[in-house]
């Protein structure tokens, strides 16, 4: 059970239509879809992708996505995006203004990643201790990125383009990002405070929890469905 904020879904068997791309004789395993570009994973675990090329210097994510076929997740930010091979390494490429704030270049090296997850010129990922590990855009017109709580157990993580998220190991949201005194929606003050919750995923105003059949969002929009 999955859920996604950018408008793609993967049907239960396992196919879908693109226009370029093909499974063959292979499922589709993962896809993303974000800022007018989409990446999948094959089930051969090889990436795919297609929609918008560069938009800024050094922004070439469907340029030089990676060709080996060791892959098990993927994740695509704004102007990057990052996958996890089977050895539990990170890739990651692309970068608006050449990397200008180190979303590639500052990825952690390292066999020890479950999880990753891209926002805006910025990536989060999760080791097998369940810590949490953030690179790339940290501050924008002065306004500075908040830590990543600390410790560890955390089994879940999502990213958006000026926030954070991640779920320990009781289930709890715990969420973290730009501290905008404008946030009028309460992206950062309003995820719910209740244990249990077993995924999510944000959009740039509003996040998404599961947990079982029992699905609830905060933010812009938000309820309880």
Known sequence: T???????????GGIFAA??????????LEIESHNG??????????IFGWGKYAQYPGEYILNNIPTDNNFSSISLGDHHAVALT???EIVSWGGRDN??????ASTPTGSNFTKVAAGFERSTALDSSGNIHQWGHTSYGGAVYADPPDGSGFIEIAESSSWTAA????????VWGYQNPDDKWDRIKGAPDTSGWTSISLGDDHGL???????TSWGN???TI
Do not use: F, M, Q
């Open 209 to 215: 929890a599961l947990s079982g059949t029992h699905l």
């Open 37 to 46: 570009r989409a990446l999948a994973l094959r089930s051969d675990n090889k």
């Open 99 to 104: 990397d200008l704030w180190g979303a590639v």
């Open 167 to 174: 779920i320990d190991g009781s289930g709890y949201i715990r």
């Open 2 to 12: 999955e859920i996604k904020n950018h408008g793609c879904y993967i049907p239960s």
């Open 86 to 88: 089977h050895l539990g």
């Open 19 to 28: 226009s370029g791309v093909s499974s063959g004789t292979y499922k589709w």
């Open 221 to 223: 929009p938000s309820g």
